[in-house]
């Protein structure tokens, strides 16, 4: 199964600052890569798929970056809809795996 | 419009087995793969498999195999996961995710999760 790890696992930071979230599988994935952003109660919502195709509808503060197995996720000037947790998940190959999470917190 | 709809929640005893369902509507059901997704209370996503509608063939999580089963009903567009000798460790929120079209797939939409509880 590939491993997909992410850091940190929470995150504290202010409304307009830069946030960079980090996952890394244990091997390449091409770019089988995509982010979601759950908020409490809720279903997922994709942010980003095949690594840095934004979403319809998802800000443009939000970006994703990456190769092989080091992925990104940056938001830049966090707003407060922003404050959430947010999961990658790759779709290379079965099981399709998710990282354990980060929760990022005001 | 294009939606998934889950059943309710459920309670069940250990031991016991659950069957949720997923009804799809707003696009062609047969064309796009159905997986189901479980998160545990404070916990992250896990995948537990995928069918086809088309055919009906199924590819589960090794940690699933023999207590899962997932179906589908083309005549109302609804896949079914039934998980067998429930234990508390079970009791999770239950999602259904449609994946896109595409190579560089994803879950374009979801469920709004059906809460099972595995209590006696």
């Known amino acids: 199964d590939i491993q997909m790890t992410q850091s940190p696992s929470s995150l504290s930071a202010s409304v307009g600052d830069r946030v960079t979230i980090t996952c890394r599988a244990s091997q390449s994935i091409s770019s089988y890569l995509n982010w979601y952003q759950q908020t409490p109660g809720k279903a997922p919502k994709l942010l980003i798929y095949?690594?840095?195709s934004l979403e319809s509808g998802v800000p443009s503060r939000v970006s994703g970056s990456g190769s092989g197995t080091d992925f990104t996720l940056t938001i830049s000037s966090l707003q407060p809809e922003d404050f959430a947790t947010y999961y990658c998940?790759?779709?290379?190959?079965?099981?399709?795996?998710f990282g354990q999470g980060t929760k990022l917190e005001i | 419009q294009v939606q998934l709809v889950q059943s309710g929640a459920e309670v069940k005893k250990p031991g016991a087995s659950v069957k949720v369902s997923c009804k799809a509507s707003?696009?062609?059901?047969?064309?796009?793969?159905m997986h189901w997704v479980r998160q545990a209370p404070g916990q992250g996503l896990e995948w537990m498999g995928v069918i086809n509608p088309s055919g009906g063939s199924t590819s589960y999580a090794q940690k699933f195999q023999g207590r899962v089963t997932m179906t589908r009903d083309t005549s109302t567009s609804t896949v079914y996961m039934e998980l067998s000798s429930l234990r508390s460790e079970d009791t999770a929120v239950y999602y259904c995710?449609?994946?896109?079209?595409?190579?560089?797939?994803?879950?374009?939409?979801w469920g709004r999760g059906t809460l099972v509880t595995v209590s006696s």
């Open positions: 707003g696009y062609t059901f047969t064309s796009y793969f």
């Open positions: 995710a449609k994946r896109s079209s595409g190579y560089y797939w994803y879950f374009d939409l």
């Open positions: 095949a690594v840095s």
């Open positions: 998940q790759q779709t290379y190959s079965t099981p399709y795996t």
